[in-house]
């Protein structure tokens, strides 16, 4: 009878794991979809910081529309705005280096901020390389021309971890 009873407890409390455990980890995605009017789904997730200093704070996440995926790139300017210009070129932990095609880049107003958004296209042949490493650096242009290279100092399995979400 003892035996009936621990057994029991215990297949309730792993049907309380394996019910809570994919919630947890999907929780931890920031994800949401996104059913536009066109009939075009989009799934989502939210820009997590990958570096910053006192002039600025730049952000990515991955998109994905049911066909392709995109790299998200967001940067938040202390004082007046540039726009992105051209590519993204990242380095991985693995030393290899991708640039990705800029879709569209412009300045958004998002919570009363003015915002530097780019869409960069994610080619097929990319895929292992952002799901299995970390970033490393990253480089785009702004408006006056200059190539910046960050390094990624936060979150550096951050397109890796939203891929398992979407």
Known sequence: MIINSR?????????????????????????????????????????????????????????NDGLNYYVSSNIKFERSPQKIMGNMIVRFSNNEMITFTVIDSQIALIDGREIAQSIYYVEEFVMNTLKEEDLSTISFRLEDQVLRTYEVLDNKGVLKEQLKCI
């Open 7 to 63: 057994l029991l407890n215990l297949k309730i409390i792993l049907t309380i794991v394996f019910l809570t455990v994919p919630l947890t980890v999907y929780s931890n995605c920031n994800c949401e979809t996104i059913n536009r009017d066109d009939g075009v789904t989009i799934k989502v997730c939210e820009p997590k910081p990958i570096f910053g200093d006192e002039s600025l704070e730049v952000a990515i996440s991955i998109l």
